[in-house]
DNA sequence: GAAGAGGCTTAGAATAACTGATGCATGAGC
DNA sequence: GCTCATGCATCAGTTATTCTAAGCCTCTTC
């Protein structure tokens, strides 16, 4: 049995595009340009043979092999994110926990702030720490944000440029240790310092 | 609604892996090497936090882990292939038409022989006809081979090495339609002409 | 104990993906 | 009815990922 699979992150593509009827919300919600979305439907419906957007100025509507289409991609992707979460250890749970490497100045961002005093959110915990992504490895913490992406191998790195203080943008790194990347409250983390 | 997704061009290497028990032989349906496989995989376990296969030297076994989350990938994938096979037009139950460019030495050949003659494959009719890939866009025909990758925009390319014949090994180059390419046919003629 | 099969690892090469700029079309605001 | 803002498409260039090829190791078979 071998199946006839269509580009799969093309498939993503599509059906983040599809639930926003956006494709810059779309690349919003992906991290990547609304290019990128653009490109990667475009490649999906090529191997596809069919069109499953219409496009106009300032809109996009489904066409009705696209509609046709969306029900079964996103039922998929719940399955796979069902097992996904029943599989993978993720954190069981508990509070994801964040670190803040005392080389990042977090007086002058407010979210940093918060995040150490828990008004930002429930479900993450912030503190500050030595920078030092050994603390990722034997378990005290979940993320780490730091200034640099060295001697992080083998650990997810997200790119952040963190908003709203009064200096302006500030970049960073958050490296995430395995198994935590991509589960909800990282993204939610992500979304917070992006924010 | 978002997705916690992980890889998942890890996760069809991981359910090839996993249905052939092997890591080359699950390489050679996805057209790699088991390299390529391995580390697919590997990025998964990465991202899933989670081993799915026992490596012994000789062959890899499920974990329990593996063995939890295999079932459900198979059903999203049979989903997605399921709504591709309605939404995507393919062939629609008719022939695949083979054209085989003159500049392609058919006597050379056994497999091309056989197929011009329609004895290699029901679903696959070859014939002969001038080295013009324009011949897959007005319809007559659903792929090309041919011996160069010239003016192919926006057509899907497989480059095959042919066997079998007298004089040792003949590369071409297959060139199909956009919507045909990774449908059932088409999988078994690149597979007939690899052989 | 040599040969062979299967999987792992790695560097480097090939490929795909992403970005950022630009252009176009549409609708909103004045 | 201009002008501006918004959103999608496209392109070239860059970046990042993915793949291959080759070598290594272990176990099995003869």
Redesign the interface.
């Known amino acids: ?6 580009p ?2 093309g ?2 593509a599509f059906e983040a595009a599809a ?1 926003h009827m956006s494709f810059k919300h779309a690349a919003d ?1 992906l991290c990547v340009t609304a290019g990128a979305v653009s490109q990667h439907v475009k490649a999906l419906e ?5 069109k499953l957007f219409r496009r106009s100025a300032r809109a996009i509507a489904l066409t009705t ?1 696209g509609r ?2 969306l029900p ?2 996103r ?16 954190l069981r749970g508990r509070k994801l926990r964040l670190g803040i490497a005392r080389g990042l100045d977090e007086a002058a961002c407010p979210v940093l702030r918060r995040l150490v005093s828990r008004k930002e959110s429930t479900e993450i915990v912030g503190s500050r720490v030595k920078d030092d992504p050994a603390l990722l490895a034997d378990g005290g913490l979940d993320a780490l944000l730091r200034t640099s992406d060295e001697s992080c191998a ?1 650990l ?1 790195i997200d790119r952040i440029v963190m908003g709203g203080g009064d200096t302006g943008w500030m970049p960073a790194i958050l490296v995430t ?8 409250q990282h ?1 939610n983390l992500v979304k917070l310092l992006r924010a």
Chains 1, 2 share one sequence.
């Open positions: 049995m071998t199946y006839r699979l269509p799969l992150n498939l993503r639930r919600e090529t191997a596809l043979g069919a092999e046709q289409y079964s991609i039922t998929a992707f719940e399955v796979i994110a069902k097992a996904t979460e029943a599989t993978a250890p993720g083998g997810h240790r395995p198994g935590i990347a991509g589960c909800r993204r």
